[in-house]
């Protein structure tokens, strides 16, 4: 792939984004995120999916030259529309992806980082949705994304004054799940890729699952679809092998089986 750097160590896919200057997300750019989808996901070998910038940004928004390109409002609609469609199969993946975010993550980057399951940040990253600074609204389902992780009013004012926030503000609003020093962040957020990485495929995919059916399911219907997902997990080769790991003080070995 052109801008998207793929690398395979301990169960974990590290996907670098490289577009220099920042980082921006093009056409091509949301392309490869699908591309990369296809790559991991029928690969027993990876069971992580980690995604991070090169260079100074994780992404600082999507490529305004590609904007002029764009004849009419039906072609602005198609390009929303593309990428959303694989947004959602990100957010929707059956392995977890975590995204690393250093410098900023602003406007189609912050949106991709929504997407993903996980977000880890530095302490002065800068996260936001900038589009009404040029006239537009989020594209790639940033206001549909942003209200579930920090509220509809401080959705509203992040997107209404475009006023980015710290990545230390954004662990406290719910946006991102932990701040590392600017150093340490690749190296924390693999940490807890290996973490998931040892877990169950099987149960990490059913999971995650049950995770994407809460946001849309009332609390019955989730929890009969729990349930219903424990007993389907519980006869599995990885279970069993849980369990008897468990009752023989030993390490388990998961198979995703």
């Keep these: 792939m052109e801008f998207l750097k793929v690398t395979k160590e301990d169960g974990i896919a590290l996907a670098a984004i490289n577009r220099p200057p ?4 093009s056409k091509g750019l949301v392309k490869e995120v699908g591309e990369l989808l296809d790559l991991v ?9 980690v995604l991070h910038g090169e260079g100074r940004f994780f992404s600082a928004g999507a ?3 590609e904007f002029t390109e764009v004849p009419d409002a ?3 609609t198609k390009l929303a529309g593309n990428g ?3 947004f959602e199969r990100l957010e929707n993946f059956p392995k977890p992806v975590i995204a690393a975010i250093h410098g900023a993550a602003l406007g189609g980057g912050l949106e991709l980082a929504m997407a993903c399951h996980m977000r880890f940040v530095t302490p002065g990253a800068k996260l936001g949705l900038p589009e009404l600074q040029l006239g537009l609204i989020p594209g790639f389902a940033g206001t549909q994304r942003l209200p579930r992780y920090v509220g509809p009013a401080k959705a509203a004012e992040m997107m209404l004054t475009s006023d980015p926030i710290s990545g230390e503000e954004a662990v406290s609003a719910g946006l991102a799940n932990r701040a590392f020093g600017e150093e340490e962040l690749l190296d924390g957020t693999l940490d807890i890729a290996r973490k998931i990485a040892e877990k169950s495929p099987v149960s990490v995919r059913a999971a995650l699952r049950m995770l994407q059916y809460g946001k849309h399911a009332g609390f019955h219907d989730g929890v009969k679809a729990e349930a219903e997902s424990f007993g389907e997990v519980f006869a599995s080769e990885d279970a069993k092998e849980g369990i008897s790991a468990f009752l023989e003080k030993r390490k388990p070995v998961f198979k995703g089986k």
């Design 22 to 25: 920042a980082n921006a997300l």
């Design 41 to 49: 996901e029928h690969d027993d070998d990876v069971r992580v999916v």
């Design 63 to 65: 490529d305004i030259k």
């Design 74 to 76: 039906a072609g602005f």
């Design 84 to 86: 959303q469609e694989v």
